[in-house]
């Protein structure tokens, strides 16, 4: 069964300086998708990067990189020059293409606080 | 504009009633999903469908009921046996998988909180 874990509840940063958010998976199957996503407090869910299980270079996407270690299977979020519009709650997500293909599971989530 | 609408935003609903939230695609996504959002919690999966007229369990699946007659629709049942169904739920949508690709995120509707009075 797939799981996604995300083992930091709250994270803090300053404005302008870099932050990682953690998030581990776990699945037994050798093709699957990680997607991370933000979510501010309006509720709505934002898309803001994938990483496949085969793509050979790290994914980015303008201040977000995803930091891939296939080998521990963590996927960390990078964020660099954070801003205040980043205080959000963040979530790691992941598809397989197991026998629960099309199964889209998420983390616990991180919030996130950046400070001026 | 394509996207996806859930209605209603606020819902309040007596104990012991069903209630049905609705969400509608234009999209043309065949796999559609709901999902569970306790305060400060993760999303928790209710029900996924991959294509009309069949739809799987996730992992919170006891108490909620869907059906998928359309494409574009996948509604879901809040029953009277969900014994905790105050939370915020959100629906989404996405394309199937091309071969050997896992790129297919998800997109989310702006949700609806459910409280139980």
């Known amino acids: 069964a797939q799981k996604i874990t995300q083992t930091q509840p709250g994270m803090f940063v300053q404005e302008k300086e870099a932050v990682t958010l953690d998030c581990t998976y776990d699945t037994s199957d050798p093709s699957y998708g990680l997607f991370w996503y933000k979510q501010p407090s309006s509720g709505e869910m934002i898309f803001l990067i994938y990483?496949?299980?085969?793509?050979?270079q790290n994914a980015t996407e303008g201040r977000y990189s995803l930091n891939f270690q296939k080998a521990r299977k963590s996927a960390n979020l990078v964020i660099s020059a954070s801003q205040l519009g980043d205080s959000a709650m963040y979530f790691c997500?992941?598809?397989?293409?197991?026998?629960?293909?099309?199964?889209?599971?998420f983390g616990q989530g991180t919030i996130l606080t950046v400070h001026p | 504009d394509g996207g996806i609408t859930q209605s209603p935003k606020y819902l309040f609903r007596k104990e012991g009633q069903n209630v049905t939230l609705s969400c509608e695609q234009n999209?043309?996504?065949?796999?559609m999903y709901w999902y569970r959002q306790d305060p400060g919690q993760g999303l928790r999966l209710i029900y996924y469908s991959q294509i009309v007229n069949d739809f799987q369990k996730g992992d919170i699946a006891e108490g909620y009921s869907v059906s998928r007659e359309k494409k574009e629709s996948f509604p879901l049942t809040v029953t009277s046996a969900q014994k905790n169904p105050t939370a915020f739920y959100l629906c989404?949508?996405?394309?199937?998988?091309?071969?050997?690709?896992?790129?297919?995120?998800?997109?989310f509707g702006q949700g609806t909180r459910l409280t139980v009075v």
């Open positions: 997500a992941m598809r397989d293409g197991g026998t629960s293909y099309g199964k889209l599971t």
């Open positions: 999209l043309n996504h065949d796999a």
């Open positions: 990483q496949g299980s085969y793509d050979q």
């Open positions: 989404a949508s996405s394309t199937p998988r091309a071969a050997f690709s896992m790129n297919t995120e998800a997109f």
